[in-house]
């Protein structure tokens, strides 16, 4: 009978899931709790709301990731699966807009801790 921790015969699997392990610590440390602390990260002025490009700034982080080249293109390797048109950081930076003005309940210009929290409209 197979032991059902037993670990994988593939050495690449076996480092994968021991990096995984190592890294746990780290991304439960990143984890945001509350909307409060979310906002808190985005705002990077500190003025207690969050302002579209600061949105957009902290929204990046996946686009900066995946953009291994840093030319501020998202090519079709570059992309989840591989495959793809490509994505500019313009085009991706003007979802974003459209993502924070559905967000904008108010029309204030900026996103409240309870703005944050609601889904887009």
Known sequence: MRSR??????PALHRAGFCVFLLLPLIAAAQVTQ????????????DGRVALVEYQDWMSYAFDAMDRNRDSILA??????GRGQPVTREAHRARLAETFKRQDGNRDGFLSTKELAAPPQ
Do not use: H, I, Q, V
């Not at 921790?5 to 593939?10: D, G, I, L």
């Not at 909307?35 to 500190?46: C, E, F, H, I, V």
């Not at 079709?76 to 699966?81: I, N, R, T």
């Open 5 to 10: 921790f037993a670990f994988s015969s593939k």
């Open 35 to 46: 909307t409060s602390d979310y906002l808190a990260r985005m705002d990077a002025d500190g």
């Open 76 to 81: 079709a390797e570059e992309l989840p699966g």
